[in-house]
T-cell receptor, first 114, second 117 residues
Framework: QKEVEQDPGPLSVPEGAIVSLNCTYS??????FMWYRQYSRKGPELLMY????GNKEDGRFTAQVDKSSKYISLFIRDSQPSDSATYLC??????????????FGKGTKLSVIP | GAGVSQSPRYKVAKRGQDVALRCDPI?????LFWYQQALGQGPEFLTY????????KSGLPSDRFFAERPEGSVSTLKIQRTQQEDSAVYLC???????????????FGPGTRLTVL
């Protein structure tokens, strides 16, 4: 079992829909929880990060973390065609070998249809 | 205001060839990371530099993989005797500070897509 599980999709929704993306994890030592967006042939770009359990909102995006269930979510309201991309969850924890590093999920490919 | 740049963007190698992939981090960034992203997968950590010191190479898959950052800025990832399973996108990321128990945003480059025939 991988440390971070994420359904790869693909997920296809109509424009304006609410999108729900989620990940589960097994490592209780993870401290920070991130969502990255990756367009085709580009590197990941950070959307949001959270430190503790709870909600964090930024415009149309809301990130939720439930540490007791080891479950994180990203909600996208009023989805737009420009939101079509792969969404990667990532978690930060100590590697045990000298650094704090990111562990990524597989990514969920999202298509928003006009 | 340049971001992280990587070169070449695409590399095709015959099995057994050596390749070198370059990363130019954001100027002044202390930390530099290399990741490997296989098709349909998320990035996987390879190695971490703090300035010129390679502090963590726990993710390098074999001794054919070697990374350096001799002057604490540009970094090179070298793969010797490439194999087909090395085909992937190699991503470089940099962050302003050294890694610690608090989060420092990592800024990613566009990656180098390596195809080994």
């Amino acid at each position: 079992q991988k440390e971070v599980e994420q359904d790869p999709g693909p997920l296809s929704v109509p424009e304006g829909a609410i999108v729900s993306l989620n990940c589960t994890y097994s490592n209780s030592a993870f401290q920070y929880f991130m969502w990255y967006r990756q367009y085709s042939r580009k590197g990941p770009e950070l959307l949001m990060y959270t430190y503790s359990s709870g909600n964090k909102e930024d415009g149309r995006f809301t990130a939720q973390v439930d540490k007791s269930s080891k479950y994180i979510s990203l909600f996208i309201r009023d989805s737009q065609p420009s939101d079509s991309a792969t969404y990667l969850c990532a978690m930060m924890g100590y590697s045990g070998a000298g650094s704090y590093q990111l562990t990524f999920g597989k990514g969920t490919k999202l298509s928003v249809i006009p | 205001g340049a971001g992280v740049s990587q070169s070449p963007r695409y590399k095709v190698a015959k099995r057994g060839q050596d390749v070198a992939l370059r990363c130019d981090p954001i100027s002044g960034h202390v930390s530099l990371f290399w990741y490997q992203q296989a098709l349909g997968q998320g990035p996987e950590f390879l190695t971490y530099f703090q300035n010129e010191a390679q502090l963590d190479k726990s993710g390098l898959p074999s001794d054919r993989f070697f990374a350096e950052r001799p002057e604490g800025s540009v970094s090179t990832l070298k793969i010797q005797r490439t194999q087909q399973e090395d085909s992937a996108v190699y991503l470089c990321a940099s962050s302003l500070e050294s890694t610690s128990s608090y989060y420092n945003e990592q800024f990613f480059g566009p990656g180098t897509r390596l195809t080994v025939l």
